[in-house]
Every structure is written in C-alpha cells, then in structure tokens.
C-alpha cells in the first residue's frame, strides 16, 4: 500500500483570500525589516519573509498567531539560505498584478544606522531586539526562543547599550 502526504490546501473561499491578501500587504514590509534586524540584507530579507508567506498562504487556516509564526519561519528560511552555496539566478519575470507591499519599504537614516549597528552584535542580541521591536513581550521572546525571560532582558540590555554608543559616536562625527 502507497502513502500518501497529506498537504494542506490553501484558503478556498474568496473571504479568506481577500483576508490572506489584506494581511500580507499590512504585514510584509514589517517582515522584511524584522528579517533585516538580523543581520540580512535587502535581497535575503525580502527572500525570507516571501517564503514565508509561501508556507503561510498554504497552512493559513491552522495558523493561530500569524505574526509570531511568520517571524519564526521568515528566521529559519535566512538561515537556511545562509548555509547553502549561492546559485545562478533565474530571470523570473515581472510579478502578476498590483505592487508588491515591500516596495513601500523605506528607511531612513536613524533606521539604516540601527541596521548596521545590529549587524555587528551576536546573533542572540540581535534576535532579541528584533522580537521585542516588534512588539512582542518579554515572556513572549522568551516562549519563542526557547530561553529565559532573564536572558531576553538581558540581551536587550545589551544590544541598547551598543546602539545608544553607535548612535552617539555618529552624532559626534557630524558636528
């Protein structure tokens, strides 16, 4: 006898789809920068969080907190790709209908300067900060990377100091 995988189907009804649609162009750019908060560039954010939109389109059903869950995903897919030799490209063409959401990214200088700041602290700082600006709670970040509320504080604390130094020494070498 043969098994078959059950896969999940994506959402049928049009309410749903125009509920999946509503919700990708209000949370995709927030992805994106979530996904750049760890170090990625523009390209490795962009690709992280439309894979997971991709995952999330198929199980969006049986999702109870979507934002958590696409940040989860959107992570794992940065560090996957990370580990895998980069390949040739393929012209994929100009996507169908309307403007993608993560073309109304814009970041300003203050943004751009906490990016690079980010990129040069621990992971662990990094993904941390990354939950917490986002609006996630102490216990929250803890419950999501398997650690203590303590070190969630704690890696907070730390990546604030660093950034408030960064910020300062850019504002001394502009007066």
Excluded at 17 to 25: D, I, K
Excluded at 38 to 67: M, N, S
Excluded at 73 to 102: I, K, Q, S
Excluded at 133 to 151: K, M, N, R
Aim: net charge neutral; aromatic share 8%; glycine share 6%.
């Amino acid at each position: 006898m043969i098994s078959t995988l059950h896969r999940p189907h994506p959402p049928a009804d049009s309410a749903t789809r125009t509920e999946f649609a509503g919700f990708y162009a209000r949370a995709m750019p927030g992805l994106v920068v979530f996904v750049l908060r760890h170090g990625a560039d523009f390209h490795e954010a962009t690709e992280a969080a439309q894979a997971a939109f991709v995952q999330a389109w198929e199980k969006w059903e049986t999702i109870d907190h979507p934002h958590a869950w696409l940040r989860t995903v959107a992570y794992r897919h940065l560090l996957r790709t990370r580990d895998l030799p980069e390949g040739p490209m393929r012209d994929l063409g100009e996507p169908p209908g309307g403007v993608c959401p993560v073309e109304r990214i814009e970041l300003g200088a203050q943004e751009t300067l906490v990016l690079s700041v980010l990129a040069t602290l621990p992971m662990q700082q990094r993904r941390v900060f990354a939950w917490i600006y986002d609006g996630f709670s102490t216990q929250e970040t803890a419950e999501i990377l398997h650690t203590t509320p303590e070190a969630v504080r704690q890696n907070l604390a730390r990546a604030r100091k660093s950034l408030k130094r960064a910020w300062e020494t850019t504002k001394e070498a502009h007066r």
